[in-house]
């Protein structure tokens, strides 16, 4: 089947206002800035995002944050992002923070069908008794907590429960597919890109590279097309676009 799909704006055309979505990308590396632009084109609003953080200021899901088109995020961390820090001190969004080797099982559970599992990450901390703040109120006071999970012990060890995640769209970034949606990650691009592929429902992913089938070494594919749904062939320009956090520049 031929996945490839004739441009960023047609490939989120029918993500609708409230919709979940997982995001890849690792601060700077692996983020599908293409998709996240035709979706702030789109005019989507309300969204759920599951990412590891929410982009920086001007860039990747910051673009989306900045025009407030999203109501929660859950992630492992804010990162630089000042308006990411503003928004959820003035109670403007609401923030699930959960540890981030945690955030990446939740993902690979989701898409693996496993509705939950039990971790030591999180045990004697508010992750697992409840009390972190999620969104504050106007007045700056805690106006929704997270709730305390079940706690269990395994062989003399606590462990808590977590839920896995899956989304109703997800938007990844690869450095190589196929037409039938087999992608490829380079490096730290591949620590949440994959899991958030699959755990969309429906996942779109924009590649630097597209190959025809059988390019692609089977050994080598960490995701198979069975978890994507469409694929956008990005332009070189667009595949060379990508973001440096920070420049440090020695005497």
């Known amino acids: 089947m031929d996945k490839v799909v004739r441009s960023a704006d047609e490939a989120v055309a029918d993500i609708p206002d409230g919709a979940a979505l997982a995001v890849g990308g690792f601060g700077l590396s692996g983020v599908p800035d293409v998709l996240i632009g035709a979706l702030h084109r789109r005019g989507s609003r309300h969204l759920h995002i599951v990412s590891n953080n929410c982009g920086v200021d001007g860039g990747g899901l910051g673009i989306l944050l900045k025009s407030g088109r999203i109501d929660r ?124 592929a699959m755990a969309g429902r429906i996942t779109i992913a924009e590649v630097e590279e597209l190959v025809e089938p059988g390019e692609i070494d089977p050994d080598a594919v960490h995701v198979p097309g069975v978890f994507v749904q469409r694929v956008l062939r990005l332009t070189p320009a667009e595949a060379a676009g990508k973001g440096i956090e920070k420049r440090t520049v020695r005497a």
């Open 73 to 196: 995020v859950t992630g492992s961390y804010v990162g630089d992002n000042k308006e990411f820090a503003r928004q959820y001190l003035a109670g403007e969004i609401e923030l699930e923070l959960t540890p981030q080797g945690t955030l990446a099982e939740r993902l690979r559970a989701g898409g693996a069908g496993i509705p939950a599992f039990f971790t030591p990450a999180g045990v004697g901390t508010p992750v697992a008794d409840g009390g972190l703040p999620w969104r504050y109120g106007p007045d700056g006071g805690v106006a929704v907590a997270s709730p305390p999970k079940e706690v269990r012990d395994f062989d003399g060890r606590a462990y808590v429960l977590e839920h896995g995640i899956s989304t109703d769209f997800a938007l990844v970034r690869a450095a190589r597919g196929d037409r039938h949606g087999n992608l490829v990650f380079a490096k730290s691009a591949r620590n949440f890109n994959p899991l958030a």
